[in-house]
């Protein structure tokens, strides 16, 4: 336990060294929740309501995206090689790929949070009457995003191939989730296709939670990711190998 | 000396590719074993497989007797390796690398302290053990990856091309370190294309090529098969007729080589014939441009076995 905990400690601190995944986790996403806020302000009842509607689902697209934070934390270049030490000594496999899944959720969980709770007072953005419940249902997700990042590393062996297919999935499942804009009323094919994202569900999920107080979705989304964390987690054991690092 | 480790009828495939064809071969206590051989000649997949890190499709490895994969966490904590990158945070400084690959290994508290001291002092790098890993030199970087494979005083160390791209300076205190370790007691594996480094540090070597061991021993006992053999290497300004047979003719003659306008004769020692192979040339019109004659080296030893330079 010792060793994973020093291996832990230092994946995340090597996160926050990297300036890149703390400022797209933060400033990026600020930004980008202020300007479509401002932008698409007059699309929503009022700019109140546009800021509520970017900041919930720019941060499920945060989320979701922290599945390339857990590749870049694996498998990036100048990682991957002082990574090979560890696996040379005794702390074992599941040390060095769990290690990583941890310290990307955490990484992303601590940020997401900040950013939240720097942004919802300045944009009078309401997480529910109860913002725990919202804060709350952000970890199975964030560490389900995490978990994938590494299973698709230990499926793909390669994070450049990762990235892009990650990059890829999660934007398309964000768009027809309505991350970016609502597709509601853009035809029956768009319909469908909405409803089967898996996106649309943690948007309704964190919607009616924060909008409604409904805690309808809470416990199907937070037992879904739960069990999707554990069964992705239980994959990486599947398909890791210690000769990638080579 | 008795036998740390051994390893039998080890075989390794890469889809078609046969990278080592069932090689066997035993390390000695306390002994710097160096693996000589051209790219391709399954030195690295060796190494891998040795560090635990790459699986064999055949074959045993038995450290003090008991299966690697039987007791591979003990195992791993009785090696260090030193891999051909440098595997190192650059963000951090020397004294928290060291800290952290040796906390790997169990080490804490005092233990810990005088480890990552004695590692720092072993690299030369006590005066910049603060300085963030990026800031250093080739040469310092090298020294720093084989502290953090010593730390915690492995009973092996496997070093796979450890002076890859370093000056001499840096070179030399690495080839001094290294007898320092075998003088503690350690056992090296060492893996190299510099004949040179071999000289100095070797107990024994293997020569590999195509997945096979072509020979073992002594750097002495390798040379000894080449003893009673000379090789000429003879330049001339045009090669025209001259073929091997007629080199053949001239007594003594054991093998010829023709490059170009270079001829590689090795002939047996104690037959005086350089004068009736000068001749020969002459007769046939060739103008000798140079003319070397060389003794027993490793590098030979290497050309014999193989048929070409270890750089080639």
């Known amino acids: ?246 | 000396m008795d036998n740390l480790m051994s390893v039998s009828n080890l075989k390794k495939s890469f889809k078609d590719n046969i990278v080592l064809k069932g090689i066997s071969f035993e390390i000695r206590r306390g002994e710097v074993l160096c693996f000589l051989g051209p790219n391709g000649a399954g030195k690295s997949t060796t190494i891998n497989i040795l560090t635990a890190v790459l699986g064999s499709d055949e074959g045993e490895i038995c450290f003090k007797g008991d299966k690697i994969s039987k007791k591979l966490r003990n195992y791993k904590q009785s090696i260090g390796i030193v891999p051909q990158d440098i595997a190192l945070y650059e963000e951090l400084s020397a004294e928290r690398n060291l800290r952290f690959f040796a906390s790997l290994y169990g080490l804490y508290g005092t233990r810990l302290d005088d480890a990552v001291e004695e590692a720092l002092i072993f690299a030369g790098l006590q005066d910049r053990r603060k300085d963030k890993v990026k800031t250093f030199s080739g040469g310092m970087k090298r020294r720093l990856n084989i502290a953090c494979a010593i730390a915690h005083h492995p009973e092996l160390v496997i070093m796979d091309e450890p002076t890859v791209g370093i000056d001499p300076q840096s070179r030399n205190h690495i080839l001094a370190s290294i007898k320092k370790l075998q003088n503690q007691g350690m056992t090296v594996i060492y893996t190299t294309h510099y004949m040179e480094e071999v000289e100095v540090i070797s107990s024994r070597i293997i020569i590999m090529d195509h997945g096979t061991i072509l020979a073992e021993g002594t750097k002495e006992s390798l040379k000894e098969d080449i003893q009673n053999e000379k090789r000429y290497i003879i330049e001339v300004e045009e090669n025209g007729t001259i073929g091997h047979d007629e080199f053949f003719a001239v007594e003594g003659v054991k093998s010829v080589k023709i490059d170009g306008n270079t001829f590689e004769i090795t002939s047996l020692k104690g037959i005086e014939n350089l004068d009736r192979i000068i001749s020969l040339l002459s007769d046939h019109g060739e103008k000798i441009r140079n003319i070397t004659s060389e003794a027993a080296s490793l590098e030979t030893v290497f050309l014999k076995l193989t048929g070409r330079k270890l750089r080639d």
Not at chain 1, 4 to 12: E, L, Y
Not at chain 1, 138 to 166: D, K, N, Q, R, Y
């Open chain 1, 1 to 246: 336990m010792r060793r994973f905990i020093t291996i832990f400690i230092m994946d995340f601190s090597n996160l926050f060294k990297n300036p890149v995944l703390v400022g797209y986790n933060t400033v990026f996403a600020g930004l980008l929740i202020l300007i479509l806020g401002y932008l698409c302000g007059g699309d929503y009842a009022d700019s109140n309501t546009a800021y509520q509607y970017y900041t919930v689902s720019l941060v499920i697209y945060g989320m979701l995206n922290g599945a390339m934070t857990a590749s870049n934390c694996f498998m990036e270049r100048d990682i991957k090689r002082a990574n090979l030490r560890i696996i040379y000594s005794p702390a074992g496999g599941f040390s060095v790929y769990f290690s990583k899944m941890a310290a990307s959720f955490f990484f992303n969980y601590i940020l997401h949070t900040l950013l939240l709770v720097i942004l919802c007072p300045l944009l009078h953005v309401s997480l529910g009457s109860n913002p725990v419940f919202f804060i709350l249902l952000m970890a199975p997700v964030e560490f389900a995003a995490a978990a994938l990042g590494i299973f698709f590393c230990c499926v793909f062996h390669c994070e450049e191939t990762t990235s892009t297919l990650l990059s890829t999935m999660i934007s398309l499942l964000c768009f027809l989730g309505g991350t970016f804009f609502s597709l509601d009323g853009m035809g029956s094919v768009l319909a469908f296709a909405t409803k089967i994202s898996p996106v649309k569900w943690l948007n309704e999920a964190f919607f009616t939670l924060s909008c409604d107080n409904n805690l309808q979705y809470f416990w199907p989304v937070f037992i879904s990711a739960s069990v999707l964390s554990v069964l992705l987690t239980l994959g990486c054991g599947l398909f890791f190998r210690t000769e990638d690092y080579i």
